[in-house]
């Protein structure tokens, strides 16, 4: 059983006074998985996995001036299956070379410029690939790894979300 937890979160100022605005880009993932491991050979092995996740992803845009003032908040908040697979290949002494993907499809209700839409459907993946290093210890294993991953998120608020980038764990 997995439980893990995603969290990011970035304000970009914009402008200069006397007009100035903010984006506020916040994202919040939550996965529950089972999965089950399988040693193809006797450096391969891979992990089936399903489960749930919950989502929260919202884009602030905040504006200030001496004449308005306003924010518009676009959200999209959601739950629904999930299921991938890991693989990895083991060089020995502890390291090894991995990728790993998953899929999601959630129910999302929607919020854009702060008023409350209806319910939609967003999909999700994400996808590393990397390398690790175990360190195995008398009460269990010491684990690095450092990847290269891509998430994205589609169709929930009308656009595209996501990152891709330098993943460390």
Known sequence: VN?????????TAVGTTPVSAAVQDKFDVVNVEFGQMINVSEA?????HGGLQFAEISSNDVTANVVAAGTSVN?????GPRFGLDTTYAF?????????GAFTVQKVKTTIAG?????GTDTGHDTKLGVSYT?????GDLSARLA????RYTGGQGGDYGWTGMSVG
Request: hydrophobic letters at 45%.
């Open 3 to 11: 439980l893990n937890w995603a969290h990011f979160k970035k304000t």
């Open 44 to 48: 391969v092995s891979m992990r089936f």
């Open 75 to 79: 959200k999209a908040k959601g739950w």
């Open 92 to 100: 020995g002494n502890g390291f090894a070379v991995f990728g790993n």
């Open 115 to 119: 008023v409350t839409g209806g319910h």
């Open 135 to 139: 360190h195995a210890m008398a009460q």
């Open 148 to 151: 290269w991953e891509n998430t």
